[in-house]
Structure formats: C-alpha cells, structure tokens
C-alpha cells in the first residue's frame, strides 16, 4: 500500500508514474480553507491506519490526497466540479470513476475502496469496514494513553528536577544545626517535631 500527501509541485509526477504502473489509485483534490475539505480530510487520513495491517503488502493499492492547485499536472484525473472531489482510477487511467456516496466517513471509505479492488486478503470477519474501524479506535485509544503516559512520566521528571534545584533532602549536617529551642519557619517545626531522632 502507498500513501502520498501531494502539497508540492515535484511530488505531483509520482502520481502520473503510479497510474502508468496500473496501481488502483484512490485520489482526493481538497482546496485550502475549504470547510467540507476540512471535515473530510480527517477522515480520508486515517485509511492509512485503518488499512495498513490487512493490505500492506499490497503493492497495487495507493490512497493520496492532493491539493487542487496541483491538479492540471494530473493527467488522468478527468473533471473536477467541486472540493472535495474524490476519484478511483485503474487500468492505467481509462477508469476513472468519482466517489457518489453521501457519508465521507472512513467505514465508507473503506467499503468504496474494497468494492473497486475486490481483493479482501482475509475473508474472516475482521476483514469488515466495522471491525477494521474499531481496530482504528482501538489504536487511537492506545496512542492518547501512550501520550497521557509520556506527560505524566515528563511531569513527574520535571517535578524530581525541580526538587533537586531547591536542594532536595537536608543533609544531616544542616538537620543537626536547627535550634529545636527557636525553629525558623514551618519546615524546621515540623522537622524537630517528628523528624528529629530523639
């Protein structure tokens, strides 16, 4: 499987030369500041994940997105009427066929996809748009607990560190030199009130 994000002029050949090569190329052309773009693209970025386990070793297929500005270097890519645009191309670019459904979600997606490959590798339940888009949930829980993980590790570290710039545990020369008679401060109580071996 390839995934390309087409937002410069050099990467717009590789599209040309991946259609030439007779891969099944699903392509959407988003425009900048364009809500309906914004609330797809989201969506269309996570077949990456979705589909990475069950069809990385698919050579054929290749999911880009590019944006419109770059789309008159496209050779096989047909009309454009609107944004998003989304479009499957195949036998070397004399298919090409728009994406007609209304939900642009990514369980859609992927049955769209599945429906022009025709080449589901497992044939078991787990190969289902469902149970695909649970194992995409699934690892992005696991991703926000990672995240939530490292922050709290990180915090707890810079807490350590500011601990040791304050200087930490007392040493026991200083213990021995707090007058119980006189403390100074909340700290030296505390500390000849239960700290102190008697």
Known sequence: MHVLHIDTKKDVGKVDKLIKQGKDVFILVYMKGCGPCNATRPEWEQLETALKDQYAKNDKLVIID?????????????????????????????????????????????????????????????????????????????????????????TRRNNTTRRKHRGGKWSKKYKDSINCSKPKGFSQKQHCKYGRNK
């Open 66 to 154: 590019v944006n419109k500005d770059y789309l008159s270097s496209i050779k096989h890519i047909g009309n454009v009427d609107g944004f998003p645009t989304i479009k499957y191309i195949g036998k070397r670019g004399t298919i090409v066929e728009p994406y007609e459904k209304g939900e642009r979600s990514v369980s859609s997606f992927i049955t769209w996809i599945e429906s022009k490959i025709n080449n589901v590798i497992s044939t078991n339940q787990t190969s289902s748009p469902e149970n695909v888009y649970k194992r995409l949930v699934k690892s992005e829980k696991h991703a926000t607990k990672s995240k939530n993980k490292t922050i709290h590790n990180k």
